[in-house]
């Protein structure tokens, strides 16, 4: 049964058996250093606009000792663009704790793959930059694409046959780049998604997201890639090890059932489900109660009280 939601200003709440809401006013017994794993588009900013106050709020935590990691799907841009984003709204950032898709793919690799040297990029700069920073030798799928329509090599060659293929979005996706990636891995080069998100929205509607150029390469190829992005683990835990923490320990906040609830349900999280972004409560209120999350919050006061209690 749906339960009343108390409206802004209001200083009550409901309580539900199967939901924690944020009571406004309800105050900590005793402070309690938090790892806070915070997604970006839907919780801090929708587009090119701040959410109201939540910046405030994670400005505060910090000042309270807890830790804040930004975590994005996303994996055009670089961490740095993200960073100069969020301190102009007056959120507590550093260079460390930005992390986007394309950084944990550097991370996986370097960690779970050592053996990787030369990596073909079907993706945007962003994840060029992150690649290039530790250390990999980057082609670029645009450049592969016009070596093998000069020149008249197949994909593999072109590519200056990389140990890996890594996919993003794609902006300027053309059929031939996605072709010289086909061919790599069809040649046994490793296969790694930097996530599976099937779409991207946008201020001019929802488009493709890297998750669709990554279904096309799997039904090229008929191999399954090693995905990095939420709701997989990898994304969660290169957060947490950036502040040298464990993502067990993390509390994620996020508006997206399917990445950042399910993210934080695969390394053992807490979770709080913001009414900011993607997701209603009644889609949260659906869920089986085993698949809830710990705390839903309908704007910043609200997460602000569930931090506090947590």
């Not at 055009?76 to 959120?91: I, K, P, S, T, W």
Request: net charge negative.
């Amino acid at each position: 049964m749906r339960r009343p939601v108390p409206t802004s200003g209001s200083r009550s709440c409901v309580a539900t058996p199967e939901i924690v809401r944020a009571c406004r006013g309800a105050a900590s017994i005793e402070p309690v250093s938090l790892l806070l794993l915070v997604d970006l588009d839907g919780v801090v900013y929708r587009g090119t606009e701040p959410v109201p106050g939540v910046a405030r709020v994670l400005a505060d935590r910090a000042d309270l000792g807890d830790d804040v990691v930004y975590v994005t799907n996303n994996s055009m841009h670089y961490g740095a663009d993200y960073q100069a984003r969020l301190a102009g709204m007056g959120a507590p950032v550093s260079p460390r704790t930005v992390v986007s898709s394309a950084r944990a793919t550097a991370a996986y690799l370097r960690e779970h793959d050592p053996g990787i040297r030369r990596v073909l990029v079907l993706g945007a700069a962003g994840l060029e930059r992150e690649l290039r920073d530790e250390g990999y030798d980057v082609v670029t799928a645009g450049a592969a694409a016009t070596r093998a329509a000069q020149e008249g090599l197949d994909g593999f060659a072109a590519a200056g046959r990389p140990d890996a293929v890594v996919v993003g979005l794609d902006p300027n996706l053309t059929y031939l780049r996605l072709a010289v990636a086909s061919d790599c891995i069809r040649a046994g080069a490793h296969f790694i998604a930097t996530n599976r998100d099937p779409v991207y929205p946008t201020e001019r509607g929802v488009r493709p997201g890297a998750g669709s150029l990554v279904i096309a390469l799997e039904t090229a190829t008929g191999v399954v890639p090693v995905s990095i992005g939420k709701p997989a683990p990898y994304l969660l835990e290169a957060a947490a090890a950036a502040v040298g923490r464990s993502a067990a320990e993390a509390v994620m906040i996020g508006d997206n059932l399917a990445t950042d609830l399910a993210g934080a349900r695969a390394v053992g999280a807490r979770s709080v489900v913001m009414l900011t972004g993607v997701t209603t409560l009644a889609e949260v209120e659906a869920l089986p109660p085993d698949a809830r999350p710990t705390a839903v919050a309908a704007d910043a006061d609200e997460l602000a009280a569930v931090l506090a209690r947590l």
